[in-house]
């Protein structure tokens, strides 16, 4: 898996868990400075960016559970994931509902997910 499908995965991971599932998307499709915008205001206060950083440790353990079956262990991940993401503020969950409608295998999911890079690079030093 690549970092940047890890990245998506990371900040959209939990959107299959039910209480996410069950609302509708209404957010449109997050442009790259919308991105940009959030990755600011993450970066700009330790709290976000620890929790960002633990999300992207729980979606690599959605890809392990998901690579051995383990719905139990996936369905617990999401929760802890939903929880997480609700701490991270208004603009973070509009993003993550619009990212929701992005191809990440497009160019233009590949370049919004760029966009995380300067977080991710930030977590890799934690």
Not at 20 to 40: D, F, L, N, R
Not at 69 to 89: F, I, V
Not at 97 to 117: H, R
Request: proline share 6%.
């Amino acid at each position: 898996m690549t970092r940047e499908i890890t990245c998506l995965l990371a900040v959209f991971g939990a959107l299959s868990a039910p209480a996410v599932a069950q609302q509708p998307s209404t957010a449109p499709k997050p442009t790259k400075a919308e991105v940009q915008k959030v990755v600011q205001i993450i970066t700009a206060d330790q709290a976000k960016l620890a929790t960002y950083c633990k999300l992207a440790a729980i979606d690599e353990q959605m890809a392990k559970a998901s690579e051995a079956n383990d719905n139990d262990k996936l369905q617990e991940l999401g929760k802890e994931a939903e929880a997480l993401q609700k701490t991270m503020g208004p603009e973070y969950l509009q993003l993550v509902t619009g990212l929701d409608e992005v191809d990440p295998q497009s160019k233009e999911g590949e370049e919004l997910l760029a966009a995380f890079d300067p977080l991710d690079k930030l977590c890799e030093k934690k």
